[in-house]
């Protein structure tokens, strides 16, 4: 019996990883290409956008940046998460 939920567990946890994966790449691609914004310049860049001093002129652009790199954590966290929790599920054998 325990072998059966644990194996649930893990075959429910790896399956909502792999959403949640698919779910942040389909945001990230879809608002990076297909949005009329350009903000591929500010992300991973070194710019000062977003100090303190200017954080009320760029509010926007420092929200969308911030959510696109909330996304990208969140992506890399899903999809470590299903490769761990679907090897588990998958290698998992009942010992008779």
Same mark, same amino acid.
């Given at each position: ?15 909502? +990883?792999? =959403?949640?994966?698919?779910?942040? =790449? ?8 297909? !949005? ?8 991973? +860049? !070194?710019?000062? #956008? /977003? ?10 652009? /420092?929200?969308?940046?911030?959510? #696109? #790199? ?5 992506? =890399? ?13 998958? +290698?998992?054998?009942?010992? =008779?």
């Amino acid at each position: 019996m325990i072998f059966f939920l644990l194996r649930l567990f893990f075959g429910l946890l790896g399956i909502i +990883s792999s =959403i949640l994966f698919i779910y942040s =790449i389909y945001f990230l691609i879809n608002n990076l290409y297909f !949005n009329n914004q350009n903000i591929t310049a500010y992300l991973f +860049s !070194n710019h000062e #956008y /977003c100090d303190k001093d200017k954080i009320e002129i760029n509010k926007n652009l /420092c929200f969308n940046v911030a959510t #696109y #790199y909330w996304m990208i954590v969140i992506a =890399i966290i899903t999809l470590i998460m299903s490769f761990i929790s679907i090897f588990s599920f998958l +290698s998992m054998k009942k010992k =008779i």
